[in-house]
């Protein structure tokens, strides 16, 4: 199964905010999903970007895709630098 991290976009008409989901890439944009990793409100200033770090390394490890605008947000909230040091450490270990 190809899991994408991408957006879901919540809240009402003019007022969104959007979750940080992983999902099978087959579903669609607001349909299933298999894990909540945050959430994202481009709304308030500066925009809120809260991540799960921990499940968001876990995902990414396993090899989940990434969207554009997630990896934005995840190069904000610094998971991307934290998955390359995790990365960096566990290829210098063979």
């Known amino acids: 199964?190809?899991?994408?991290?991408?957006?879901?976009?919540?809240?009402?008409k003019k007022s969104?905010?959007?979750?940080v989901v992983v999902a099978d890439s087959r579903?669609?944009?607001?349909?299933?999903?298999?894990?909540?990793?945050g959430t994202y409100d481009p709304l308030v200033?500066?925009?809120?970007?809260?991540?799960n770090?921990?499940?968001a390394l876990y995902w990414l490890?396993?090899?989940?895709?990434?969207?554009?605008?997630?990896?934005?947000l995840l190069k904000k909230s610094g998971v991307i630098k934290k998955f390359n040091e995790v990365r960096k450490?566990?290829?210098?270990s063979l």
């Open 27 to 37: 579903m669609p944009r607001d349909g299933r999903f298999l894990d909540i990793l």
């Open 1 to 12: 199964m190809a899991t994408t991290i991408r957006l879901t976009r919540m809240g009402r």
């Open 89 to 92: 450490t566990s290829s210098s």
């Open 45 to 51: 200033d500066p925009p809120g970007i809260k991540i």
């Open 53 to 55: 770090e921990i499940r």
């Open 61 to 72: 490890t396993k090899g989940a895709q990434v969207s554009d605008t997630v990896r934005q």
């Open 16 to 19: 969104p905010y959007y979750r």
